[in-house]
């Protein structure tokens, strides 16, 4: 196929990546540790290690699981928001060849059950305060080994029989020598849990071999502006959970790569929290969402944010809509790039160019050594600025999900390509645009409603906070448009948005009622849930 992208690269940003360069992550941190041992690697709440730490301490961390007999590909799992901790076992699963495990902290016990009955974790390292929760259900699961992280003070006693404090297995590794396991190129790294296209949650696995090019496309593509502080330091601010895809590679990964220190912070949501910790300190990475930067750019301690120094701020997970994007560029001179990712691509697909200082509404080019193509349902291929599902072939695309052939047929293509589930199209220089996800899309009179236009429409009005528009059963067209709206301006009234809607969008796109709300659901990245705002299928 053409490439008709490339071309259209911004300079200094090859095509394509060398994925051999390593053969595992495990090869990636040794070096990483070794080149940058005395800068520091993490930090949270007012403490820090630095990589030398880092290396010694998930070496005693994989002895420890080496000592209980853990072989190479045993399933690992993580069960913690983010903490010093967490990079230090994520380094010791994969340097002893087992597989990573990430799990939502916040799932309940029924959820938790089922990712480790499906996953086959043998052990789970999770904070104390989620020990009731693996109480109920630790029976049913091949768990046999948990390690317990202490929320305060260190060592203290857990509730559950049998489990250890983290400070018991550095003392017991620390006795102990790490054996170093060779780790292959198709070695499962992660088994990371997703709802992918259908909705069934299953582990998606992401081989050595795509997390590091992954990484490495990430990395290329980011070269012009981390052009501009060569061989300095940076300041990634990591305020997405590191159990998602997202914050995993483009943070954890990426900064350790890059040899960057990474600020963890363990409850994005309290804002306020977050500017006190950061109050004057320079960031130059900064990746999120688009209900983060919103949030960000509205509060009233923004001006105690360092913000000077920003070099990238990524918006992933769900679409960067155009008010936030343009306030973002006004506040910081620096633009909010817009990416496309997915868990089955370990996530990277597309992005726009750190260059381009204009928000385009759209998920910008295909990485290096990516392949993107739009079909039909039939699967041909569909002509330039025709919708179509998009496709993506690389090596950062899964081996398939766990334990479920069928799963990974419906999404795979004989030709090796990824169904992604999300119709876009794509323009004469290669740029793409998601127009929505199939399941999204509203049918109204027979005709295409994409939620992400109406509401990129609401929300450029100055009175919107945040907008999430759903299809809600109607007799006469079928489906009509609903919004559910959070407020910035308390005097805004339903009359007046209506009215702007009707200014700003055709007849069957308009909402016809809408429900303004004190918050919208979001998931743990912060991403807003229509699903939950629909209504009931009757």
Same mark, same amino acid.
Request: proline letters at 8%.
């Given at each position: 196929?053409?490439?008709? =992208?490339?071309?259209?690269?911004?300079?200094?940003?090859?095509?394509?990546?060398?994925?051999?360069?390593?053969?595992?992550?495990?090869?990636?941190?040794?070096? %990483?540790? +070794?080149?940058?041992?005395?800068?520091?690697?993490?930090?949270?709440?007012?403490?820090?290690?630095?990589?030398?730490?880092?290396?010694?301490?998930?070496?005693?961390?994989?002895?420890?699981?080496?000592?209980?007999?853990?072989?190479?590909?045993?399933?690992?799992?993580?069960?913690?928001?983010?903490?010093?901790?967490?990079?230090?076992?994520?380094?010791?699963?994969?340097?002893?060849?087992?597989?990573?495990?990430?799990? !939502?902290?916040?799932?309940?016990?029924?959820?938790?059950?089922?990712?480790?009955?499906?996953?086959?974790?043998?052990?789970?390292?999770?904070?104390?305060?989620?020990?009731?929760?693996?109480?109920? $259900?630790?029976?049913?699961?091949?768990?046999?080994?948990?390690?317990?992280?202490?929320?305060?003070?260190?060592?203290?006693?857990?509730?559950?029989?049998?489990?250890?404090?983290?400070?018991?297995?550095?003392?017991?590794?620390?006795?102990?020598? &790490?054996?170093?396991?060779?780790? @292959?190129?198709?070695?499962?790294?992660?088994?990371?849990?997703? /709802?992918?296209?259908?909705? #069934?949650?299953? /582990?998606?696995?992401?081989?050595? +071999?795509?997390?590091?090019? @992954?990484?490495?496309?990430?990395?290329? =593509?980011?070269?012009?502006?981390?052009?501009? +502080?060569?061989?300095?330091?940076?300041?990634?601010?990591?305020?997405?959970?590191?159990?998602?895809?997202?914050?995993?590679?483009?943070?954890?990964?990426?900064?350790?790569?890059?040899?960057?220190?990474?600020?963890?912070?363990?409850?994005?949501? *309290?804002?306020?929290?977050?500017?006190?910790?950061?109050?004057?300190?320079?960031?130059?990475?900064?990746?999120?969402? !688009?209900?983060?930067?919103?949030?960000?750019?509205?509060?009233?301690?923004?001006?105690?944010?360092?913000?000077?120094? #920003?070099?990238?701020?990524?918006?992933?997970?769900?679409?960067?809509?155009?008010?936030?994007?343009?306030? =973002?560029?006004?506040?910081?001179? #620096?633009?909010?790039?817009? @990416?496309?990712?997915?868990?089955?691509?370990?996530?990277?697909? %597309? %992005?726009?160019?750190?260059?381009?200082?204009?928000?385009?509404?759209?998920?910008?080019?295909?990485?290096? %050594?990516?392949?993107?193509?739009?079909?039909?349902?039939?699967?041909?291929?569909?002509?330039?600025?025709?919708?179509?599902?998009?496709?993506?072939?690389?090596?950062?695309?899964?081996?398939?999900?766990?334990?479920?052939?069928?799963?990974?047929?419906?999404?795979?293509?004989?030709?090796?390509?990824?169904?992604?589930? *999300?119709?876009? $199209?794509?323009?004469?220089?290669?740029?793409?645009?998601?127009?929505?996800?199939?399941?999204?899309?509203?049918?109204?009179?027979?005709? !295409? #409603?994409?939620?992400?236009?109406?509401? /990129?429409?609401?929300?450029?009005?100055?009175?919107?906070?945040?907008?999430?528009?759903?299809?809600?059963?109607?007799? +006469?067209?079928?489906?009509?448009?609903?919004? &559910?709206? $959070?407020?910035?301006?308390?005097?805004?009234?339903?009359?007046?948005?209506?009215?702007?809607?009707?200014?700003?969008?055709? /007849?069957?796109?308009?909402?016809?009622?809408?429900?303004?709300?004190?918050?919208?659901?979001?998931?743990?990245?912060?991403?807003?849930?229509?699903?939950?705002?629909?209504?009931?299928?009757?």
């Amino acid at each position: 196929m053409e490439k008709i =992208w490339l071309e259209h690269y911004p300079p200094g940003v090859p095509t394509d990546i060398d994925g051999t360069r390593y053969a595992s992550l495990a090869q990636l941190l040794d070096e %990483s540790f +070794r080149q940058f041992a005395d800068r520091p690697a993490f930090e949270c709440l007012g403490q820090s290690i630095t990589y030398r730490e880092l290396d010694a301490l998930s070496r005693q961390v994989g002895a420890w699981l080496q000592a209980q007999g853990l072989a190479r590909g045993a399933a690992v799992a993580l069960m913690m928001p983010n903490t010093l901790q967490y990079p230090v076992c994520v380094a010791a699963i994969l340097r002893a060849g087992c597989t990573v495990v990430n799990i !939502n902290p916040l799932f309940t016990p029924r959820e938790l059950e089922y990712q480790l009955k499906d996953s086959g974790a043998v052990a789970l390292f999770l904070l104390e305060a989620f020990v009731p929760n693996l109480q109920k $259900v630790q029976g049913n699961t091949a768990v046999r080994h948990v390690v317990t992280v202490a929320a305060g003070a260190p060592g203290t006693a857990s509730p559950l029989p049998h489990a250890i404090p983290f400070e018991r297995v550095l003392t017991e590794g620390q006795a102990r020598s &790490f054996a170093p396991v060779t780790v @292959s190129p198709d070695d499962i790294a992660f088994l990371q849990y997703t /709802g992918g296209t259908t909705g #069934v949650v299953k /582990g998606a696995m992401l081989l050595h +071999r795509n997390l590091i090019a @992954s990484l490495l496309q990430t990395e290329a =593509w980011l070269r012009p502006a981390l052009r501009k +502080r060569p061989d300095q330091p940076l300041t990634f601010l990591c305020v997405l959970p590191l159990y998602h895809i997202y914050a995993l590679n483009n943070c954890a990964l990426l900064g350790t790569y890059l040899g960057a220190l990474n600020i963890l912070i363990p409850n994005p949501r *309290d804002l306020t929290g977050v500017i006190q910790t950061l109050s004057h300190r320079p960031i130059h990475v900064l990746p999120g969402v !688009n209900t983060f930067f919103n949030a960000l750019i509205h509060h009233p301690d923004l001006g105690k944010l360092n913000l000077s120094q #920003v070099l990238i701020a990524n918006s992933g997970g769900a679409s960067a809509q155009r008010a936030v994007a343009e306030k =973002w560029f006004a506040l910081t001179g #620096v633009p909010l790039i817009e @990416s496309y990712g997915l868990t089955e691509t370990s996530p990277g697909v %597309s %992005s726009n160019p750190v260059t381009a200082p204009e928000y385009s509404g759209g998920i910008g080019l295909p990485l290096p %050594s990516t392949e993107v193509v739009l079909r039909d349902d039939e699967g041909r291929d569909v002509p330039i600025n025709e919708p179509g599902e998009i496709c993506i072939r690389g090596p950062q695309v899964m081996a398939g999900y766990w334990n479920r052939p069928e799963e990974t047929a419906r999404v795979m293509t004989t030709d090796g390509f990824l169904k992604s589930g *999300d119709i876009g $199209v794509m323009d004469e220089r290669g740029f793409l645009r998601i127009v929505d996800r199939k399941k999204d899309m509203i049918l109204v009179s027979g005709f !295409n #409603v994409y939620p992400n236009e109406v509401e /990129g429409v609401v929300a450029s009005h100055p009175g919107v906070l945040e907008v999430a528009a759903v299809g809600v059963p109607d007799e +006469r067209s079928g489906e009509a448009v609903k919004l &559910f709206v $959070v407020k910035k301006d308390a005097a805004l009234t339903e009359a007046q948005l209506l009215e702007f809607c009707r200014e700003q969008l055709t /007849g069957y796109k308009r909402p016809r009622s809408i429900e303004f709300r004190a918050e919208l659901p979001k998931s743990n990245v912060g991403k807003i849930l229509r699903r939950e705002l629909r209504p009931p299928a009757s």
